[in-house]
């Protein structure tokens, strides 16, 4: 089984900065891509940023030069700075891996509880 826990979301007011950290545990042989998404109320869940192994990062065009996504391989961990936060950037924001499992099949988890971004004007 692999567990995904998404940390440091919070408070802020409009251009502040945040960094949230999700951790993949679990048994399985190796990560792939990794991804950030979120969700506001009422809006569907729709990607942020997604790195790959080896660092090739895209990102939304929302986020574009205010997030950078970063990935600790030897941690299992993937980032996500935000800077030049927006009220429109609230949300839950959940982490996503692609993993394959220690039977080989490669599974996309996104089963994370999320952390809340919230944005103040």
């Known amino acids: 089984q692999v567990q995904l826990v998404e940390s440091g979301g919070g408070l802020v007011p409009a251009g502040g900065s945040l960094r949230l950290s999700c951790a993949v545990s679990?048994?399985?042989?190796?990560?792939?891509?990794m991804s950030w998404f979120r969700q506001a109320p009422g809006d569907q869940r729709g990607l942020v940023a997604s790195?790959?192994?080896?660092?090739?990062?895209n990102y939304a065009d929302s986020v574009k030069g205010r997030f950078t996504i970063s990935r600790d391989n030897a941690k299992n961990t993937v980032y996500l700075q935000m800077s030049s936060l927006k009220p429109e950037d609230t949300a839950v924001y959940y982490c996503?891996?692609?993993?394959?499992?220690?039977?080989?099949?490669?599974?996309?988890?996104?089963w994370g509880q999320g952390t809340q971004v919230t944005v103040s004007s």
């Open positions: 996503a891996a692609d993993v394959l499992l220690t039977s080989s099949r490669w599974v996309n988890a996104d």
């Open positions: 790195i790959t192994r080896g660092g090739s990062t």
């Open positions: 679990g048994s399985f042989f190796s990560i792939y891509g």
